[in-house]
């Protein structure tokens, strides 16, 4: 095959790279939709395009106080999305959600000069699964960092549009790098996981310093039919609307995909990174006894390559509004 003429490298170069550096990336991997389940019956939790961050939270504590009133029915364990206040590093994991089963973890590195896409971290110990994942997560940077700076190379014309190409790559080259150094140093970067645990255990997690919100869903039924979206720890305002997912570089003799931007779900086989997954087997049983229903948690992942889940194929979670 004939590589592409190199006026629409160019072209869908700049808007790809440039695409990288917009907006909090939300990334994900093709979903596996139970024998007979439906595509469009999946289940929001957290904060979702156009919903302000202040009235999302107020909702989690009041639903909170709801299933943890004296007077209410009693109430099993449940899922819940915790959000936190800042970035911690793994090591703080196991005191913030003590008395809770952690299935994953979400994480991103905050980069002052660039916005950075945010992973997923499935987990059975605390912090060894996080650390491990973080460890992972570089690895993949470094990859891309490698693409990009390839992918730069490649431009070698003089005029102002490979000269804007190349600057573009450089850019999203020199994120990668920073991300994949600060995931290397166990950086502090998790901010939110998702729990399951009795009502009385999760108010208990809401009391702790450093906790921002806990969001109790007791109608999820299965992770990998769950859209979780906890709020980053700086947006306070209103969540803006996604990112387009943009078009990949075409190099001929093959590029690198740029992020897509879209929701992370729950996936019983993938750690979520960037453009493509690495799989991390997990043999090990988790750090806290879990119900029956943590069969959903992922054990293992592929190396199936990410795609887009846009909001036309998630349902609102029954009586969220948030």
């Known amino acids: 095959m004939r590589a592409p003429s190199a006026r629409l490298v160019v072209a869908v170069a700049v808007v790809s790279a440039g695409a990288l550096l917009l907006g909090s990336l939300w990334l994900s991997r093709p979903e596996v939709v139970p024998p007979g389940g439906d595509p469009g019956d999946v289940v929001r939790v957290g904060v979702v ?9 107020d909702a989690t504590r009041d639903e909170l106080d709801t299933l943890t009133d004296p007077s209410a029915p009693a109430a099993g364990e449940t899922w819940a999305l915790v959000s936190l206040e800042d970035y911690v590093a793994a090591g703080l994991l196991a005191d913030l959600f003590a008395g809770t089963a952690v299935a994953q973890v979400y994480a991103r590195v905050p980069l002052t000069e660039a916005h950075t896409p945010v992973v997923r971290i499935p987990v059975y110990r605390l912090p060894a ?7 992972d997560t570089a690895l993949e940077r470094d ?13 070698t014309g003089d005029d102002e549009n490979q000269r804007r190409a190349r600057r573009a790559y450089a850019v999203a080259a020199a994120t990668a790098a920073a991300e994949a ?3 290397r140093a166990g950086c502090a970067c998790v901010f939110a996981a998702v729990v399951r645990a009795a009502p009385a255990a999760l108010r208990g997690v809401a009391d702790r310093p450093g906790v921002r919100a806990v969001d109790p869903a007791p109608e999820v039924r299965q992770l990998d039919r769950t859209e979780f979206r ?14 387009s997912r943009s078009p ?4 001929g003799s093959g590029g690198i995909a740029p992020r897509p931007s879209a929701p992370i779900m729950s996936s019983p086989e993938a750690l979520v990174t960037s453009a493509s997954s690495i799989g991390v ?6 750090s806290v006894p879990a119900p029956e229903e943590r069969s959903a948690v992922p054990s293992a992942s592929d190396a199936t390559a990410a795609h887009d889940v846009t909001s036309s194929s998630s349902a609102p979670r029954a009586g969220s509004g948030r």
Do not use: I
Request: glycine share 8%.
């Open 49 to 57: 395009q156009g919903q302000a961050v202040p009235g999302y939270l």
């Open 230 to 243: 906890p709020p980053l720890p700086e947006q306070n305002g209103t969540v803006p609307a996604e990112p």
């Open 248 to 251: 990949a570089v075409p190099t």
């Open 129 to 135: 699964d996080v650390l491990t994942g973080l460890l």
């Open 143 to 155: 990859r891309e960092h490698a693409e990009y700076q390839q992918l730069a190379r490649r431009l």
């Open 281 to 286: 087997v997990r043999t090990t049983p988790p």
């Open 181 to 183: 150094t600060a995931y």
